[in-house]
C-alpha cells in the first residue's frame, strides 16, 4: 500500500557516536520528504526536510539523504547526544494535496 | 510567536461519553490539520482545513468524528459516542504554506 515504513523500532548508541535512522516509502509520486523527532509529551517537532530533486541536504548535526532509486530515507545524527533520545519519524508528502504520511517511527536510546 | 495550541492536554472519558477537543493554529495559518496516532502506531491523517473549509477529510475514520473550524481560526474534534478503539494522542498542526508544519503536543485521549 501506499505508505511510510521504518526498518528498526529501537536504535541505541553511545553518545558522541553517530546516528542513523533508516525508512522506506513506496510512493513515487511523493515530493517533499520530513523528519521530526518526538519528545515524551510533545508533539512532532521539525528536523529536517528534503525535496525529491535533491539526494542530500544537510543541518546543524543532521544530514537527510534521498534515495529515489530504492525509496529510502536517511537520516544521520552526529556525534550523537543524551538528548536527542526521542522518537523519530519520517514523513512524506504526495505530489498533490498536503497531508503527510508518516512511517511508524524509530525509537533513539542515547547511552551515556 | 506563539506556537499550535491544543485543550486538554488528557482527557479521560468512558465509552459512550462526548469528548471535543480544540486547536488553536499559529495566528495567520490558513492550513490546519488534525492527525492521531493510535496504540504506538504511525501518525495517521484525519483532514485538513483551509481557512474554514474541509480540503480533504479522507482521514476521517467514522461519522462519530465532526471537525469544525469556525471562522477559520480555532478548531475543535468532537467524537460522539466515543469508543474504546479511539483511545490515542490526537494532534494538530498548522502551516502557512504547503509545507512549514508546526505541530501543537496533542491530546492523549483515553476512552475507558
Known amino acids: 500500500g501506499e505508505s511510510v515504513g521504518l526498518h528498526l523500532p529501537t536504535l541505541s548508541v553511545q553518545e558522541g557516536d553517530n546516528s542513523i535512522i533508516n525508512c522506506a516509502y513506496s510512493?513515487?509520486?511523493?515530493?517533499?520528504f520530513i523528519w521530526y523527532k518526538q519528545e515524551s509529551g510533545k508533539g512532532p517537532q521539525f528536523i529536517i526536510d528534503i525535496r525529491s530533486n535533491m539526494d542530500k541536504r544537510q543541518g546543524q548535526r543532521v544530514t537527510v539523504l534521498l534515495n529515489k532509486t530504492v525509496k529510502h530515507l536517511s537520516l544521520q545524527i552526529a556525534a550523537t547526544q543524551p538528548g536527542d533520545s526521542a522518537v523519530y519519524f519520517c514523513?512524506?508528502?504526495?505530489?498533490?494535496?498536503?497531508?503527510?504520511?508518516f512511517g511508524a517511527g524509530t525509537i533513539l536510546r542515547v547511552k551515556s | 510567536e506563539a506556537g499550535v495550541t491544543q485543550f486538554p492536554s488528557h482527557s479521560v472519558i468512558e465509552k459512550g461519553q462526548t469528548v471535543t477537543l480544540r486547536c488553536d493554529p499559529i495566528?495567520?495559518?490558513?492550513?490546519l490539520y488534525w492527525y492521531r496516532r493510535v496504540m504506538g502506531k504511525e501518525i495517521k491523517f484525519l483532514l485538513h482545513?483551509?481557512?474554514?473549509?474541509?480540503?480533504?477529510e479522507s482521514g476521517m475514520p467514522n461519522n462519530r468524528f465532526l471537525a469544525e473550524r469556525t471562522g477559520g481560526t480555532y478548531s475543535t474534534l468532537k467524537v460522539q459516542p466515543a469508543e474504546l478503539e479511539d483511545s490515542g494522542v490526537y494532534f494538530c498542526?498548522?502551516?502557512?504554506?504547503?509545507?512549514?508544519?508546526?505541530f501543537g503536543s496533542g491530546t492523549r485521549l483515553t476512552v475507558v
Open positions: 482545513f483551509v481557512k474554514e473549509s474541509k480540503q480533504d
Open positions: 510512493n513515487s509520486a511523493s515530493d517533499y
Open positions: 498542526a498548522s502551516s502557512q504554506d504547503m509545507n512549514g508544519y508546526t
Open positions: 495566528s495567520g495559518h490558513d492550513n
Open positions: 514523513a512524506e508528502k504526495y505530489e498533490y494535496g498536503n497531508k503527510l504520511v
